[in-house]
DNA sequence: CCGTCGATGTGTATCGTTACACACATGCGC
DNA sequence: GCGCATGTGTGTAACGATACACATCGACGG
């Protein structure tokens, strides 16, 4: 830039200028200082440099914390991140995706990016991942929890949502199987029978916390319910897990934590026996199945405004059982 | 970082080794600098600064030549993400994602980007976007075309795929539908008589040719065959435009550029006609039809080392036809 | 003809870091 | 006791940009 003010014959602030307040600058000078940049091949203020001096680097940073792939292929993550991208984009901020696997170095990573503010999606309790973030100091908001001080949760009451779920399915059926997402990091699939509702992830944790909620308010005993995880939040996961199951029980109706699942528990069983999704998605409609709506796409809006500084807190998500 | 060099009695320089090369300070050293860090709440070295001045950011820009939620759903850029994520990962670069929609300041958002290369989903010919890029003088490499001075092509011989797909479908057939991916960025459906293979995407424009070559081989004649095109990559606009080109037309066989759009095909037809995809995804596998196998991922991976500056060329990526 | 105001250009200081070259001490072999 | 390698700490000088306050000048009302 020292180098264009030379070769147009004026002062540095004045092709600063030129930039970042053209109207600040007489149309004639302008024009020299834009040839002059020409001529030097100069593009523009270097995106660094201004941040440096701004103290602010447009960019939000979204932690994922899963392999980043993941974030491409899990549809709720993804309409999550549409709704995170929507306000990107409304704002001119970039979006950096930030990996956070559980590996020793995911602190690093947050440390050392170069971000106003920090979307954590949702990860597993005491994940010191949020410690790395709320350290920045910079402001940050969570879809799902964990809660954590200086980081703004955005969760919908997930437990009173798997309740009226699963009371709604219980309605006509006597032996639910539960489906569903995983406990924890590890991520081990499997059957088990009531087990603790002491998931690491929250999100599993609450939705099988409204499970038993229902399922004991008809008086069966939690101990007795099969609950298959999954590793993975994905359809065929979903299909393999209950055909699994169904080798060891015989349940009349299968009540999961996402339409992904249950469009694979109906890729197992059809309609022999009923089930349930979550989210509402395209698949629970065509398919024809209960969900619980919720708009992961506003949370993402939610969180990603807070993260911009544009607010600092927001209602509790809606979310509604879509009866079928 | 001035201040932790005071509080703790040294000049900042060592401060900063204490940080970025450990082992080049004495131990009792490090750890007084350390101590002052926690004391005055110091959280290790801006990011911002230290891009400055090494002049690197430690981050890939990726162009995505559309709404940035599309990245998140359409399959095959979510393949190709992935393996640009991967090499993100290994690397320990961060992942900025810029959306380019035609709008134009797309441009700005390119030279603002704080980055040290890029890589670019496949767009439209003469998108200035890509004007952009070549102009930040940073590496950079695009998925797909269109080529051009200053960003390496990633791209398989796609004319050659199709007509060996195209050749396959038309042994057993007379009359083909082809299905196609959007044109431009109007994105305008419906349905052609053997259109000019002019498409402003050089995806679709090559794919086009290929079906060309393989049908006019056969000896029939391109102007007499019909051409349904999507709006977007979606399976259901795969279904819902064959549903309407049955109405006018009567194929014997529908070959498709994706194998959402296949699938998209089968929810319409079932196995009534035969119809071919493209990408050999799960999709091909359990529905089992035709497609062309080319790894999207490998793929991202080839760009994104192009960008990180990790090598300069690729081999054109391979490809093969899957016969079902 | 003076005072004031708006429009426009310019110096200064600083954002937080690090490459580089150098200073100095220590220890070791001979 | 000399020469030399090694291990540690320290100034200097940028990296590229901009906030802020100030200087200058012509215009214009009274």
Do not use: K
């Amino acid at each position: 830039m020292r180098d264009v003010a030379v070769e147009a014959g004026v002062a540095p602030m004045t092709v600063s200028y030129t930039y970042t307040r053209p109207e600040r600058v007489a149309a004639a000078t302008r024009a020299t200082v834009l040839e002059a940049a020409e001529r030097l091949g100069y593009r523009g203020p270097d995106p660094v440099a201004r941040s440096l001096r701004n103290g602010s680097t447009g960019n939000l940073g979204v932690v994922l914390g899963e392999h980043l792939s993941y974030a491409f292929e899990d549809p709720q993550a993804s309409r999550f991140l549409a709704g995170v991208s929507q306000v990107c984009v409304e704002n001119r901020l970039g979006l950096v995706l930030i990996p956070a696997t559980g590996a020793p170095d995911d602190s690093d990573r947050v440390r050392e990016a170069a971000v106003d503010g920090f979307v954590v999606w949702t990860t597993v309790d005491g994940d010191p991942v949020l410690d790395a973030v709320a350290a920045t100091g910079r402001p940050a908001a969570i879809q799902g929890g964990p809660g954590r001080d200086g980081i703004v949760t955005v969760s919908p009451n997930d437990r009173d949502a798997a309740r009226a779920i699963a009371s709604h399915a219980l309605a006509d059926a006597s032996s639910p199987l539960v489906v569903s997402l995983p406990f924890d990091r590890n991520r081990a699939g499997g059957l088990l029978r009531g087990p603790e509702t002491s998931a690491d992830y929250p999100v599993t944790r609450s939705r099988l916390e409204g499970f038993r909620d229902a399922i004991e308010e008809t008086g069966r005993r939690w101990a007795d319910i099969p609950v298959a995880v999954v590793p993975r939040n994905d359809r065929r996961e979903g299909e393999r897990v209950v055909r699994d199951a169904l080798e060891q029980v015989r349940p009349d109706v299968v009540i999961t934590m996402s339409d992904q699942l249950a469009a694979g528990v109906r890729d197992a069983v059809g309609e022999a026996i009923p089930v349930t999704g979550w989210d509402d998605s395209d698949l629970a409609e065509s398919m024809g199945f209960a969900s619980i709506r919720q708009s992961l796409y506003d949370q993402g809006v939610a969180c990603a405004q807070i993260a911009a500084g544009l607010r600092t807190t927001v209602e509790p998500p809606v979310w509604s059982l879509t009866r079928r």
